[in-house]
């Protein structure tokens, strides 16, 4: 909480991000070729074959999806209750590219099913939950677009945004109910302790790759939306 | 709570008299459930099967037509600032509003759904279930929608944006409600479908409004 | 070693890694390009508004 209140301040934020992001993006580099060297070292898998490769880049993008929402209802709400006009810089940076990694989940998701099931795509729970939260990002960035007054923007896309976030659990709970009266199973692995280490290794060394790009890209982007208000102020200024 | 009483009939005014009210979405409705054999092609078995889950489609889509309209008009003529001020919370102005949509609108259409099931091919001992999940439906896409068109006063896009921040949130009551319907269709357990429905539609009552009425009071700022 | 012997499963793995890699660059780029473009307005703007107003 103390790390919070330290960044809430823009002026000091700036001067933490500019020594902050490059350091995080250099780890994430340095994860990532660990973990696709350990994923291609690793052999394939029995029953998928050479395509358990693509686990390592979509299972990652399918965590940062969620994880980039949380981040936007969290800073939502942090914009809302406490008026933080850095908080809801911090939300609207955070949509694009939560948009950007569902978005690769669902194409390597699709790409990982089709050796297995025949089909580019399928409405499993897993793609169909992941479907509806890339419209959850594109509506919100589409509201966020078509209102000029900066904080109107921003209460407007932080109550949607919170109303998103009490739906995507409702969700995937009814999606998955949806699919167990189809009779389908998850396709996808379970991950987690029954996951070989052979895999689980490269697997997480990449999470945590995306998640320090994530937040390297995040505190640059939030830097631009900084800059971006005062560029706007001054024409502000400059106009009188 | 006769000053509740006063907003609602205001509101069902509003709502009924509103370019043709029900008959609009009513009209819709039939045209939607015309084009699907159309775009389907009339064969019975495929109609049949994709019957009540088209209905259901089908009102999500009715159910966005008269949104737009649920507060730009009161947004435009500055009707919703002295509402603002008046003596109603917004949020039980906005209770009102999604009521009495739902009563003009949701329900007439409601009426409609089993009967448009039934005509492309689904079975009549359907049909019970189909009305209530309708009914129940149709008052969760009436506050949920509502949630979206206070998002989106003041913007110039309209009908388009709403569509687009609502679709996604109507996606929980299109699985449910069309789900349950499925589900009693293929024999399977269609309770937790429809108690989830009426679940969801309360709850968006009792929670849209408060969403509502800080949408339109940002709105107003 | 890394094992980079994908046989028929190719056409799978080699476009979702393209993709990604892809989709990763365009964040980075996007991302970088919109810093660098605001702090500039941002500079240009100042530089702009201390002309206007003189030497203080």
Redesign the interface.
Known sequence: MGMITALANPQRFMTVSRVAAPILAAIAVLLAVVGLWLGFSAPPDYQQGATVRIMFIHVPAAWLGMFAYACLAGSSFFGLIFRHSLADAAARAAAPLGAGFTFLALVTGSFWGRPMWGAWWVWDARLTSFLVLFLFYIGYMALQASIDDEAKAARAGAILALVGAINLPIVKYSVDWWNSLHQGESIFLKGGPALAPVYLWPLGLMAFAYTFGFLALWMTRIQAEIWRRRAGALAVQGAR | MSGFGVLMRRELALAWGRGGGPVVAVAFYACVATLLPLAVGASPQRLAAVAPGSAWLALALASLLSLERLFERDYEDGALDLLALGPAPLEIVAVAKCLAQWISTGLPLALFTPVAATALGADPRLIPLTFASAVLGGLGFAFVGG?GAA??L????GGV?IA??????F??LV??GA?AI??LA?G?NWT??FL?LGA?SLAFMG?GPF?MA??CR??L? | MPNLEFGKYAAYIVPSYLISAAGVVWMIADTLLRARRWRREVARREAARDKRQGPS
Request: zero cysteines; proline letters at 9%; charged letters at 10%.
């Open positions: 949630i998002l989106s003041g913007t110039r896009r944006l687009v921040i609502v679709l996604p949130l996606v929980p699985i449910l789900g499925e589900a293929g399977l937790p479908g989830l969801y929670l969403a800080a949408a940002n709105a700022a």
